[in-house]
């Protein structure tokens, strides 16, 4: 009878084979966490010699009249969520518009773009991945084509070569999973596919292997010309131009696929050009990731950029490319003389030593692409008559020679300005103004006041309510203009529209962001862009107005020069005011023409409350002196639209990014490896016979 009772001692029992059946499972799952995190990769300091940086030479003629340039890209027109996808666009955009090559793009073939665009077929091509077991085994996958156009125009079919480019879309393979591969809804589920069984790692190496083989397919296809085709055509790429870390490892198959005589006559010079060195820096493939869509297991080659079992795909782009591009012509040679240090240089300072003993590790600036939002051509502001006049667009590509500006910052610059009401921007902004209050967007009393604008998102960082509060206090009229906000970060802002109301207004819708956007940077006298990248910074100068920046942002820009400290008073009446500008007028027409040593396009402030104000109260008493006077307004909203034009990719017949990338592919080409003569002669007698 009492052998059928529980013990205390069954209870201990059961109580420690739950506990071991914990502890079992806690150990378990803690492996596989740990096995599945990525090994800690050490990485030896290492102090490295410097080296005298030397730029272009400005003598170098850019690239041959017809040349065949393909950019590889992951982000391009609207398939973008980072500043990499603006930056290729507007390059190639300023390429297609100002150069003589011809332009192509590469990009994944991501879902959302199936209904944007008219799409075609153009080549069905097959690579080899590994299984579990290493057996190379074929994907098939599918190449499509679309005509990006820079600037649609309504009820306009039919466009000129230069307003658009062919842009070629490799689709996803045929097998699991790499058939889920580019499935995105929109831009912001590019970086990271949530796709069972396809990681980040194997998405981005199908892109780079398929993208490899199509450019091959380019190269060499010679099959597909048609028999009445001249004899001297035959299929080539120029340049191929690999766009960030992502797409580093293109130009090891293209290596091996030189090697291995698969690039026909003339293989593609390959550049590579690092657009963010921090985080591209970072970017790395485990090996075996690497080993899987590899044609030839070599993991010797591989061992120079291996560290704890991670492949840094920078520094392999690096030594596999013709040339090697950084953003900043400062940035690069400060890297080369080793006058910065900077997170995982050890990773590439080797590499980038090489190329730099080579003359080929060269430093660009990003352009900015002035005909996003162009004042002097905005369908929206021609329709209403309120347009920036072409005189000043003239006067401003005459002064607008940035090289005069690096030279020497305080240089004096003319400005012959136009007897016509017309030809003045400040009348355009008025006019631009008289809309608003129009429309109701603005009240009567703003006519007579400041006006300042913010464009961007609610962020902490962007001291709205400070500035609000500055602005209010110097009677200034403050637009908000956000593209979309949290409900929580809205009715924060709305509360700061009523605290001042009649001072502050906030829009925060995408549809109010597209309507109000243009019309109020056209009629604003102030943009405020603490955190402005060049490309807002840029937009904001373009339409004729200064900007409002904290230090951290200025300093990262070269173009950002800020206001003469401590040599104004606040309270100083416009005849007191000792300012380098001289006005002289034609004794018989009285038209001006004014002499300007000034050069400043920037209030800066240290994030500081204090230091906040003072750049504001600077900032409205310079536009309070200036609409005292027209010539003085005008010639003020003209430096400002200077600054934007220096900042593009286009600056003359031989200045900008544009043309310092025509003088890099030149550069590439020259130092690309050649077929010998009788692997030439041989293609060329297989080629004349395939077409007979």
Not at 201 to 228: N, R
Not at 346 to 363: C, H, N, P, T, Y
Not at 537 to 560: L, Y
Request: proline share 6%; charged share 20%; net charge positive.
């Amino acid at each position: 009878r009492y052998d059928r009772k529980w013990r205390w001692w069954h209870y201990l029992t059961i109580l420690i084979f739950i506990f071991g059946a914990l502890q079992a499972l806690a150990l378990i799952t803690g492996y596989q966490i740990l096995h599945n995190q990525a090994p800690s990769v050490r990485i030896a300091l290492r102090q490295y010699p410097p080296i005298p940086y030397k730029h272009l030479d400005p003598t170098l003629r850019p690239l041959d009249k017809g040349a065949i340039v393909y950019h590889v890209t992951k982000e391009f027109g609207i398939a973008t969520n980072t500043e990499l996808g603006p930056t290729v666009t507007s390059l190639v955009a300023a390429q297609q518009r100002k150069t003589e090559a011809n332009v192509r793009v590469v990009m994944p073939y991501y879902s959302f773009l199936k209904n944007k665009y008219p799409i075609e077929k153009v080549a069905d091509l097959t690579i080899d991945i590994r299984d579990k077991k290493r057996r190379l085994i074929p994907i098939d996958f599918r190449v499509w084509r679309m005509n990006y156009i820079f600037t649609p125009i309504a009820n306009v079919t039919d466009y000129p070569p230069q307003e658009y480019v062919p842009v070629y879309l490799i689709g996803p393979g045929n097998r699991r999973p790499f058939n889920q591969a580019f499935r995105a809804r929109n831009p912001s589920q590019m970086e990271m596919p949530m796709i069972e069984g396809l990681s980040p790692e194997w998405h981005d190496q199908f892109f780079v292997k398929a993208a490899s083989a199509f450019l091959a397919h380019q190269a060499s296809a010679v099959d597909e010309l048609s028999l009445f085709a001249p004899i001297g055509l035959s299929p080539h790429i120029d340049v191929v131009h690999l766009h960030g870390a992502a797409t580093a490892y293109v130009a090891k198959h293209l290596h091996d696929k030189r090697v291995a005589n698969q690039l026909g006559r003339k293989p593609p010079a390959v550049v590579y050009t690092m657009h963010d060195v921090v985080e591209e820096l970072r970017y790395t493939h485990s090996v075996s990731s690497v080993i899987k869509f590899a044609d030839i297991i070599e993991q010797q080659a591989l061992h120079p950029y291996v560290r704890g079992h991670r492949v840094f795909m920078s520094s392999l782009g690096m030594d596999h490319a013709n040339v090697v591009t950084i953003v900043g012509n400062e940035t690069a040679s400060e890297i080369v003389e080793g006058r910065v240090d900077f997170y995982l240089k050890e990773v590439v300072m080797d590499s980038v030593l090489r190329k730099a003993q080579e003359q080929r590790f060269i430093g660009i600036e990003n352009g900015v692409d002035l005909d996003v939002l162009n004042p002097f051509t905005a369908a929206q502001l021609t329709t209403r008559n309120f347009a920036y006049p072409a005189f000043a667009l003239d006067l401003i590509q005459r002064n607008g020679n940035p090289s005069q500006a690096r030279v020497n910052k305080a240089m004096t610059t003319t400005w012959p300005l136009s007897g016509m009401p017309n030809d003045y921007v400040s009348t355009s902004k008025d006019r631009a103004k008289r809309f608003l209050v129009r429309r109701s967007f603005l009240t009567e009393t703003d006519l007579k006041r400041p006006l300042a604008v913010y464009v961007g998102p609610l962020e902490e960082s962007a001291m709205l309510e400070a500035a609000a509060a500055h602005f209010s206090a110097r009677n200034t009229k403050f637009v908000i203009i956000a593209p979309r906000a949290p409900p929580s970060d809205l009715e924060r802002y709305e509360r700061l529209q009523e605290t001042y109301a009649g001072d502050v207004v906030l829009t925060a819708t995408p549809k109010q962001y597209r309507q109000w956007t243009v019309f109020c940077r056209a009629a604003a006298d102030l943009a405020y862009q603490p955190d402005a990248a060049q490309g807002v910074m840029g937009e904001a100068w373009w339409f004729g107005t200064p900007v409002i920046i904290s230090a951290s942002r200025a300093e990262d820009n070269a173009h950002v020069i800020d206001r003469p400290l401590n040599t104004v008073s606040p309270s100083a009446a416009p005849a007191v005011v000792q300012r380098d500008i001289h006005i002289m007028r034609n004794k018989r027409t009285r038209i001006p023409t004014v002499t300007s040593g000034e050069t400043y396009n920037a209030y800066v402030f240290d994030e500081t409350d204090a230091s906040l104000g003072l750049a504001i109260e600077d900032a409205v008493n310079d536009i309070t002196r200036n609409n005292a006077s027209k010539v003085l307004r005008e010639e003020f909203a003209l430096r400002m639209a200077r600054a934007a034009y220096q900042l593009g990719w286009y600056r003359g017949e031989t200045e900008g990014p544009v043309h310092d990338y025509g003088r890099v592919y030149k550069m590439a080409v020259a130092s690309r490896p050649t077929v010998s003569l009788s692997r030439h002669e041989i293609d060329e007698e297989e080629a004349l016979l395939r077409r007979l």
